[in-house]
């Protein structure tokens, strides 16, 4: 199966502070990529990743950057965190051998005040 | 942009009863996923089927690419069946596009 981890598990920030968040994986994917889950609007794509060095744009990349330092970890970065942030995060690698599938780590709750 | 819909937002069972979630999509379709969610948050990948019909278990997936749908069949529902499950089209290359789901609860 594969393995996707992420860390912290949950995370509380103030406003206008730097939260990074971090995903590690064991699937020797190509592609990570990272979303948020809101009610009322279901998971969406922030950033995403092709490969180490390398970081795209998603859907609703404003207020956040994403680093890619090596094939396995893959983190997402609130250099000023506000309250609308305050979501649950998601990170997922993927691949296009065989089943074009994604598998998805554990979630981080982060809560801005 | 694409947009993913699905029916019914909630659906109520008793054990052993079967059940039909259906997706919908405004674009034209070039892969879609349904995963499931657990109550506790974390999302495990049911099935990739971008076409045609997929059967694990006690769950089919068909996907019909010309009328934009993807079904989930779920038969003979148990308690453990209960969470979210949810369809999302879009590929590895630039990420997936979600609906919002729709609420299983199954009942004793």
């Known amino acids: 199966e594969a393995a996707v981890t992420q860390s912290p598990r949950n995370k509380v920030a103030v406003t206008g502070g730097k939260v990074t968040l971090s995903c590690n994986q064991t699937?020797?994917?190509?592609?990570m990529y990272w979303y948020r889950q809101d009610t009322g609007h279901g998971l969406r794509l922030i950033h995403y990743?092709?490969?180490?060095?390398?970081?795209e744009k998603g859907d609703i990349p404003d207020g956040y950057k994403a680093s890619r330092p090596s094939q396995e970890n893959f983190s997402l970065i609130l250099e000023l965190a506000t309250p609308s942030q305050t979501s649950v995060y998601f990170c997922?690698?993927?691949?296009?051998?065989?089943?074009?599938?994604?598998?998805f780590g554990p979630g981080t709750r982060l809560l801005v005040l | 942009g694409q947009q993913v819909q699905q029916s019914p937002a909630s659906l109520v069972l008793q054990e052993g009863e079967n059940a039909e979630l259906q997706c919908n999509f405004s674009?034209?379709?070039?892969?879609m996923q349904w995963f499931y969610q657990r109550p506790e948050g974390s999302l495990v990948s049911l099935f990739y089927?971008?076409?045609g019909t997929k059967q694990s278990g006690r769950l089919t997936s068909t996907t019909v690419i010309k009328e934009r749908r993807s079904s989930l069949h779920i038969s003979s529902s148990q308690i453990t069946d209960s969470g979210t499950y949810l369809c999302?089209?879009?590929?590895?290359?630039?990420?997936?596009?979600f609906g919002l789901g729709t609420r299983v609860s199954v009942f004793p």
């Open positions: 997922a690698s993927g691949d296009a051998g065989g089943e074009d599938t994604q598998y």
């Open positions: 699937n020797n994917h190509n592609n």
């Open positions: 990743s092709y490969g180490a060095g390398s970081t």
């Open positions: 674009t034209s379709l070039n892969s």
């Open positions: 089927n971008p076409s």
């Open positions: 999302a089209m879009g590929n590895y290359a630039q990420g997936l596009t």
